[in-house]
């Protein structure tokens, strides 16, 4: 219908021109009511009503308001010009106008119509309290919800059941369940409402104890009550009572079953969720993509492909396998599982793929191995997030590809996106893996720029990271800054300080963690027993030891028992070792022996030590590590026919000796040094300085000591020999390229030699710099010509 035919059928039929009164029914207007579609349309009417005055009539305005804010096609903004147009509304009008604006998401507006409706002498009804205190519930306003309960109580409204239910709504939402109580319990009618509002309250804020007393009080425990009771006692974890409410519901819906499967699944009880949904199946309860989303996650956690291809053909059974959120629970179950295939199909096929679509598929290529496949969709996506971001560069991390983490890391600050806690916690890791300190401090920087929330993860990984880096200032200086520390970050905080030699500082902060009712567990007895193990402390090590069990319920894993075994060992106490061996309730593994072996190699035991070293060998013949032990206990006692028979047994299986090497950061690139290297590009000067330390150790009183090269050479072969090991190498470089007092740090990746620690202490005093040396067992921090090992390691 037409602008011009509407204004004809108006303006013919609501007014005469003698009377210039209404001289038909409303029947025109709600026969083109009637007839309008669209708010098009609906703008030609309302055009029309202003012209003709006829808006001015309050019935016809009042059904013109009533039909603009039932019908979603015409905006509210239209709905508040009639209003404003009424002359005189009543109060019929407001209510009207004040529920559109709480229907439509504008509830503050709401509050303004009441405004005008006091200023108009409007008289409020038992409908006008319940709509203004929805709109208070809607937007937390507790204060303005207070002074409209004032309102309700001084006109006497407080006993209609309809304005008490609202009230006690919300307070409920406001999160005054006291003041909800107490409207609850002084209304003298309640209804149904009124019990399930009381009892919703209750189970928003987890009140357990409160909600089972009321349900049970309960006159009729209708079906939404029931579900509410699930849904708390699930969350809460009182399975058996959640279980007991379901069994008692003399009748159940969708929603009962989806609620009780979903208490199973939020409790890992993964199994179980999947037996009740098949129960829900066989009782011939439809399904919906709620409770279809919740049994695929008890499906991924079981990695169960088939149960999940059975879920699958019901959402297909059902028709609606092509929900969004469906899509993307199956595209995960498929990726978790293995199931690539499927995935992929399922994501080529999508009609509306969203980002967690992308998410999920390049998560799944990740866990599956396919990380060229995860990048290249990575590439192509139309538009990332943080997540995105995120899931690869803990993939690469994960797949210990730390050089491509960090470099994403950097395209993603470049693109301008703002990490969060997981891809900071992967890039540190990263950091730590590549010894990249300065990188490490960088990101630590960035987070305190952006004033971050430093949590129990990232925190923990920051204090782990720099004590890997041997920086134990900076690492403490991040405990005391935590707000909230877990017991993991007490057991990077313990184990660090052992591992850089500060073993009283270590074993203080074990004490200083149960002071603080911080319960330990397993890895902190693994971190209190290792710093032990640094220092000689056998009899701290045995009360520790044997507390585990005693006082803290732990039993002692393998780990525990190889740390004392190698404690005992260090210790020069290898009869007491081999018997702790030998007593232990659970088969030692090859770590416990070959701790054994390196402790009868550093004590001289040549005859335990040939014994331990030929069942390694047995054991394990790929292990370069034990070869070696054993032909260089051989070598130490001038047995070069052992040597020559245990070097062709690892020629024989294909053992490989790890050459060695050490790391040193410079400015931000990593320089590697392997033994007797000259391919640096600044090899002639570190020559240079090599023979400048050279002579400076000698001028100290140092002499290499030659014992450490187990080869059949002369002497002044093995001092060479010696002078060309990898981390002496670093540590001229070092002198040549970081300036002081910026202390010297090297990365090995076997144990430092005996010759190489004495060095180095003798060359920290001659150069007077801080030297640290991170070997594969701890750090040396060398200074003045001493080591925080005290020449214990």
């Known amino acids: 219908m037409n602008l011009t035919k509407i204004g004809h059928h108006l303006s013919a039929s609501i007014r005469s021109a003698s009377t210039g009164k209404p001289t038909v029914t409303l029947a025109t207007l709600e026969t083109l009511l009637q007839q309008c579609r669209n708010s098009s349309h609906f703008d030609q009417i309302l055009s029309q009503m202003v012209i003709t005055g006829f808006l001015g009539d309050t019935f016809a305005a009042s059904r013109l308001l009533k039909f603009s804010t039932d019908s979603l096609f015409v905006p509210i903004a239209h709905s508040h010009r009639i209003f404003t147009h009424v002359r005189g509304p009543n109060g019929f009008i407001c209510n009207t106008m004040m529920r559109a604006h709480v229907r439509r998401n504008s509830p503050e507006q709401a509050l303004l119509v009441y405004t005008l409706m006091r200023d108009g002498d409007v008289a409020a009804d038992t409908y006008t309290y319940p709509i203004l205190l929805q709109s208070c519930s809607q937007r937390l306003a507790e204060v303005e919800g207070r002074l409209i309960h004032g309102q309700v109580i001084k006109v006497g409204f407080d006993s209609d059941v309809y304005v008490g239910n609202t009230l006690i709504n919300m307070y409920a939402v406001c999160g005054c369940l006291g003041d909800a109580r107490k409207v609850f319990d002084e209304s003298c009618s309640l209804d149904s409402v009124s019990w399930n509002s009381m009892l919703a309250g209750y189970v928003s804020a987890d009140n357990v104890d409160e909600a089972k007393w009321l349900y049970e009080r309960m006159p009729e425990r209708n079906v939404i009550a029931s579900n509410s009771m699930i849904v708390l006692l699930g969350r809460s974890g009182h399975l058996e009572e959640a279980a007991k409410v379901f069994d008692e519901m003399p009748e159940r819906d969708l929603v009962s079953w989806s609620a009780l499967v979903s208490c199973y699944e939020q409790n890992e009880m993964y199994d179980e969720a999947l037996r009740k949904f098949k129960e829900m199946v066989v009782d011939g309860v439809l399904v919906d993509e709620v409770v279809l989303i919740t049994v695929l996650s008890a499906c991924t956690h079981l990695v169960v492909a088939m149960t999940g291809q059975l879920i699958h053909a019901l959402a297909i059974k059902a028709g609606i396998e092509l929900y969004i959120n469906l899509q993307n629970a199956l595209i995960h179950m498929y990726s978790i ?31 599956c191995g396919e990380v060229e496949k995860a990048r ?76 971050m929330k430093v949590n129990v993860i990232l925190g ?180 070069w026919d052992n040597v020559h028979e245990i070097r062709g047994m690892m020629r024989q299986h294909g053992v490989i000796k790890t050459p060695g090497c050490s790391m040193i950061e410079v400015k931000g690139t990593i320089h590697e040094f392997l033994a007797g290297d000259k391919t640096h590009p600044q090899s002639e000067d570190i020559e240079k300085m090599l023979d400048d330390m050279t002579k400076k150790l000698k001028m100290e009183g140092y002499a290499p000591d030659t014992r450490e090269v187990l080869l059949d050479i002369d002497e002044e072969d093995k001092e060479t020999t010696l002078f060309r090991h990898s981390e002496k190498i670093a540590i001229a470089f070092g002198l040549l390229t970081i300036d002081a007092p910026t202390p010297i740090r090297i990365m090995k990746n076997l144990r430092i030699c005996n010759d190489c620690h004495t060095a180095a202490k003798v060359i920290s005093r001659a150069y007077d710099r801080e030297i640290v040396v991170r070997d594969r067992h701890r750090f040396h921090h060398f200074k003045q010509g001493s080591c925080s090992c005290l020449d214990y390691w």
């Open 460 to 639: 923990t990984t920051l204090i782990d990271m720099y004590m890997k880096f041997g920086s134990v200032p900076n690492a403490m200086e991040v405990f005391r800054a935590m707000e909230e520390k877990g017991v993991s970050t007490w057991n990077a905080l313990i184990l660090g300080l052992a591992m850089n030699g500060f073993v009283k500082e270590s074993l203080a902060t074990f004490s200083e963690m149960k002071e603080c009712s911080i319960v330990p567990n397993e890895i902190t007895f693994l971190a209190v027993l290792g710093a032990c193990r640094h220092m000689g402390l056998v009899e701290e090590g045995r009360r520790h030891f044997d507390a585990m069990s005693r006082k803290h319920g732990i039993e002692p894993t393998i780990k525990h028992y190889g740390c004392m075994v190698d404690l005992l060992g260090r210790a020069g106490k290898l009869t007491e070792a081999e018997e702790l061996i030998a007593n232990m309730p659970v088969p030692p593994d090859v770590s416990t022996w070959g701790a054994l072996l390196g402790a009868c190699k550093k004590h001289g035991d040549n005859v335990m030590g040939e014994r331990v070293g030929r069942k390694l060998v047995d054991l394990q013949p790929e292990h370069d590590g034990f070869h070696v032990l054993l032909s260089n206990i051989y070598a130490s006692k001038g047995s």
């Open 376 to 451: 290249s969709l990575f590439d192509s996506m139309p538009q990332r997030d943080t997540v995105s971001w995120s899931v690869l560069i803990s993939g690469y991390a994960q797949r210990d590809r730390f050089a491509d983490a960090l470099a994403l890391f950097q395209d993603m600050q470049l693109e301008g996106i703002q990490p969060d806690e997981t891809v900071l916690v992967s890039v540190i890791s990263a950091c730590t893996h590549l010894s990249s300190l300065d990188q490490g401090a960088w990101i630590h920087a960035y987070i305190r720029k952006k004033q």
């Open 337 to 367: 599982c293995g199931e690539l295939v499927s995935a992929e199909k399922l994501f080529s096929s999508g009609c509306t793929l969203d980002l967690i679509s992308w998410n999920s598929m390049i998560s799944g290529y990740l866990r």
